[in-house]
Each structure stands twice: as structure tokens, then as C-alpha cells.
């Protein structure tokens, strides 16, 4: 989950099929004329001042979430059935995370951003970036771990571990890695500095830019976590996302005394 913010203009995906001929004004969805189908992906994109979409690029990105989403669909059944997509042109580099990075915002809403200056274009960002980012951002909508109605408590502990099940998630599914969240030696004296934070710990701080100096410290460590998790217990990345938050700590061989990860009332 990386932000930036912007506005809209529209496009329908159905399943894997575009739906053409709408038409919609700047920050308007499309009216369906149509019954709408059991699985739809409802796909807005946003240009930057200074660069905009091609038909093609549109055309292409449709394409490469439309296959994401199925294949997501058929391995997490509880994906949502209809998902609100805005897709946002950048253009700031983000060669970092293969020229496209996302946020699920809300239950069945994610946000992908798209950097126009990514080596070999749009099209090479959509393969790279948003395909990773596509399998990586409705993991969070099939766990319920979304910015707004999140299922789940504060805590940087909370966050790591839903954070590496969908990255390890992703690595393993889209066919594409983020070499960005590879892990160092000390990872696990990482993972001790995160059990050892109050509730309150600054999220920015942990999950992306610490003061030290260290980068995506929780990011690497999540990661690092459900690996060791899924090597000490045998099980699957599809197996562990059942499993609760703290038992993947445990797995993963580490004290875990803390309550429950999820908000009061959410189902385990």
C-alpha cells in the first residue's frame, strides 16, 4: 500500500471482456445500460498533467488485471465479486516496484499508479508493476486488510504479516517478483525490534522510510516472517492465509502473547 491522489474518468471490465460504447464525463462512472454480470471490474483511469493514457496502454492494463483478478478469483474465493478500480498515470519513477505500485483503499476498492517514465513504457509497467501489484492488492481485499473498513487492529505486527502473505502471495502467483522487499542478514533482529513497538508505532516509519535510514523495514521483514513460517510448518502461502496472525508468528518461531489481530466482532 503506497498513496497518491487524483481524480477520474471511465472504462468497464467484465470478467475478462471489455465493455465498449459507454460514455462519461471527467470523474463519472459509466451507466450500464445492462444487467451487470456476477464478476465485474469497474475501471476508471486518470491522466497526470503531464502525460496520459493511449488506447492502447488502456486496452492493455484492462487486459492484465482482468487475468489477474480471474486467476485471484479461483485461488481466494472470498476476493469480492465486484471490485471499483482507479487506475492513475504518474510521473515520478517507479522503477523501484516495476513501474507500478497500488492501495486497496476500501473493501472491493483498489487504486493503481502507473509511471509514465517507466522504462519501456506503460505497456512494460502494466506486464511488470501492476500484474505484481494487481495479485498483491486483492490478496488485501480477500483478507479484509483495506485502509478504510479494515478488518483488522493497529500494529506494525499486525500489518508485517499481512503484508508478506500478500507479497509471498503474489511472488508466487503473478509470476513476477519485487526484488525491493528482498530481506538482509539481520532480518530477524528486524522482526524482534517490531514485536517490541507499542500499537501506536508510526506506520510510515516501519512500512516504508525509517529515520535510520532503512527502507521498507516491514515490507522485507513480512515477507522474511511467512517464509520461515511456511518452512517451519509445511504449509502453503494459501494454506497460512487461514491461519490466524499471531500462529503465524509462532510458526515462524517467535513469542506471540498478543490478542487477537482482528478488529472486535471480525470472524477468524
Known sequence: MIRVMAASAAALVCGCEAQEGRIAGQGE???????????????????????????????YIRKVIAQSAQAVRRLLPDMPRNVMIDIEMVDRDLAVVGGGTGMAGAPGEVTFWVSSAYPGGVAAAADNGVRYTAFHEFHHLSRGWTVQGNSFRRGIDIAIINEGLADVFAETYSGRRSNSLDYPQEVRAWAAEI????????????????PDGRMAIGYRTGRYVIHEAMQKSGKSILELGDVPVGEIWRLAGFDYDRPSALQSGAPE
Open 29 to 59: 462512472r459509466p451507466v450500464v445500460a445492462q444487467t451487470a454480470p456476477a464478476q465485474q471490474l469497474d475501471i476508471a483511469f486518470v491522466d497526470s498533467d503531464g502525460a496520459a493514457f493511449s488506447e492502447a496502454d488502456k486496452d
Open 195 to 210: 514485536l517490541a513497538l507499542p500499537e501506536d508505532a508510526d506506520y510510515h516509519h516501519w512500512m516504508n522510510e525509517h
